[in-house]
């Protein structure tokens, strides 16, 4: 029987499903244990600079994904799905496991230094993950790519439900064995995929050859564009769920990592109507609609100061990330199919790269607003307790109402996108 005569695209579906749910428990429980880390193993290193480190330990995941699709997307049918996935799962699993003992393993800054390397190797597994399923999936569905992609990123967030639910839950848990929990679907989706027979990319199929997908950028000058949005939007989605457990969850007097279950709730639903949304704004209205909608959610999260008013400001907000992930993702690849993995992998390098690079600026905003309100950086040494949260709970104000000029850019960038579209379509 031939390779072809042996895919099963709902299997291959469900493997992809499983491995994005996993890579999205794993960043949930990153960002649920993120406290503890900055508060037991890096705030005795440098107090003052703890949030930024913090940040910048988050923020390496980000690194290793977006290397991860730069690097292997283009080589996705010379390296082989099955072998992504399940070095995917190796990823993860040895990526978890040095984080959760760092701790054993070095002091100071060394001791930074693994927990920066153990979340990077989680960020290359999460890469290799998505290096994988999205042309997967746009092979497998050449006709439907906007729906099934926004199906199939409907995962991402019940995997970060389960990794927030969990870190909410079992808060009396130790933190390294609540991480370790990432370990099990990571395992289940490698050994799936060990076993499963897939197929060669859109790109591969239709003939186009190696060298004209890597030409259809200098063709096509226009996916910069798309480049750079891609770099705000994710910045506008992703920073925000990473920070929102350690900024806002004593201010508002709730778990922060609540706030990202609730929002990851509603997306899951949510993506599961995207193809009706699209039916009627298209891609691009629909991004503008979500980049107006994240705007007005940040700001309102910057001014939150109770249970409900970061309800409100996180509902607000979901509805404006919920869709632009996936809807960049097709887009690109409804609009630059010639481009193939590389261009798709290029999309995900541009969001994961824009949140490495974001977090630890918002954890420099966010010490440098600590330090100026409480009047420099040896007065702010000298707080504690209510005094010290306080300056805390304005400090996390100041993120969030900084991240919010990210969405307004974009409102920019897809009017004129949209507006141009809509000339173009009249006229013809």
Known sequence: ??????????????????????????????????????????????????????????????????????????????????????????????????????????????????????????????????????????????????????????????????????????????????LGLSIVPALAFGVLAAGAHFPPTERAASGISMRDMFLEILRRPSFLLWFGAMFLTAASELAPGQWVDVA???????????????????????RHFAGTLVHRLGNVGLLWCSSLLAGIGLLLLSQAESPMGAILAATVWGFGVCFMWP???????????????????????????????????????????????????EALAQLAGDALARIEDQAASASFATLAILPAVLLVVFGGIWLKERKRAVNA
Not at 252 to 269: A, E, K, Q
């Open 1 to 178: 029987m031939s390779e072809v005569k042996k895919i099963n695209p709902r299997r291959l579906f469900w493997i992809g499903v499983l491995g994005l749910f996993s890579a999205a428990v794993n960043t949930s429980l990153r960002a649920g244990v993120a406290a503890h880390i900055k508060e037991q193993w890096l705030a005795p290193i440098d107090p003052i600079h703890a949030g930024e480190m913090t940040g910048a330990a988050l923020g390496a995941s980000f690194l290793g994904f977006s290397l991860t699709l730069f690097i292997a997307s283009p080589f996705l049918d010379l390296i082989g799905m099955r072998r992504m996935l399940v070095g995917a799962a190796v990823c993860l699993i040895g990526g978890t496991l040095l984080v959760t003992n760092a701790g054993s393993l070095g002091e100071g800054m060394a001791l930074f230094h693994l927990v920066w390397i153990g979340m990077m190797l989680c960020g290359i597994g999460w890469g290799a993950v998505e290096a994988t399923i999205n042309p997967m999936t746009t092979a497998l569905y050449p006709d439907d790519k906007t729906s099934r992609l926004n199906m199939l990123h409907a995962w991402w967030p019940a995997g970060l439900i389960v990794g927030g639910l969990a870190s909410a839950l079992l808060g009396n848990v130790d933190w390294r064995v609540l």
């Open 327 to 377: 809807t960049m993702m097709a887009s690109v690849a409804e609009r630059y199919p010639r481009g193939g993995a590389f261009m798709i992998g290029l999309m995900g390098t541009a969001g994961s790269l824009s949140s490495y690079l974001v977090l630890p600026q918002l954890g420099a905003v966010y010490d440098g607003a600590k330090i100026d309100l409480a009047g420099g950086a």
């Open 248 to 270: 806002l969850s004593h201010r508002v007097g709730m778990r922060g990592i609540l706030l990202l279950v609730y929002v990851s709730g509603m997306m899951f639903i949510l």
